[in-house]
């Protein structure tokens, strides 16, 4: 399977914190991407890194990406208490056309 | 609002009965997709729609029946349904079959089957 599955499931910080989130996947990719969900509501895109990446950046999220290891990696700068929600993040194989989505990892920002 | 509209955005329903979800994009997207969230799993993609045409069927129970009449409507019709289909249904949309250039969701459709 493609899945990517996302790492702590589960993380709770102060705001101004930074959070770190990781993805790993078992199988060549064209893209992965992140998206953040707030409770009970749609996802929302955030960042889409391609295979010839290693790294973007969009405000105050980081993305990087490491093909060896077949992981990624999402961070949130200077947290604040909107930062809360649920990151997904979504790969799309080679020769792909459907994303596969993990669990997600649900943060909490603390005020 | 993200251009990805889905209605209703609650839905309660018994096992015998018949309703329809609906998903509208006008961002011009060519594809268009259902997915089921149910707690604690991954989100589970249902099905695929490229220029109108189901391209995925990811050997959903006949219960569920999709139409899509035009590349901006999706519609996701349920009958007889059990209640381990209560979950989020999420509609998404991408601007081509390929997915590179990332994908929009609605904010998705509560059911409840009692």
């Known amino acids: 399977s493609q899945q990517g599955e996302e790492d702590p499931q589960a993380l709770s910080i102060q705001e101004g914190e930074n959070a770190t989130m990781n993805c790993s996947y078992k199988t060549s990719i064209n893209n992965l991407q992140w998206y953040r969900q707030n409770s009970g509501r749609g996802l929302v895109h955030l960042i889409l890194i391609r295979s010839n990446e290693r790294e973007k950046h969009s405000g105050r999220l980081r993305v990087t990406l490491d093909t060896s290891k077949k992981s990624s990696s999402l961070l949130i700068t200077a947290s604040r208490a909107a930062d809360t929600a649920s990151y997904f993040c979504a790969t799309l194989g080679k020769g792909s056309y459907i994303p596969t989505f993990g669990r997600g990892t649900s943060l909490i920002v603390h005020p | 609002e993200t251009g990805v509209t889905q209605t209703p955005r609650h839905l309660v329903m018994g096992m015998t009965n018949k309703k329809s979800l609906k998903c509208e994009q006008h961002?011009?997207?060519?594809?268009m997709y259902w997915y089921k969230q149910s707690a604690k799993k991954p989100l589970e993609l249902m099905f695929v729609y490229n220029f109108k045409e189901q391209t995925e069927n990811n050997s959903v129970p006949s219960r569920f029946s999709p139409e899509c009449p035009n590349s901006s409507h999706l519609f996701l019709h349920l009958h007889t349904l059990q209640p381990e289909d209560s979950a989020l249904y999420l509609c998404a949309s991408s601007q081509d079959p390929s997915g590179e250039y990332g994908y929009t969701f609605g904010s998705g459709t509560r059911l409840t089957v009692v």
């Open positions: 961002l011009g997207h060519n594809a």
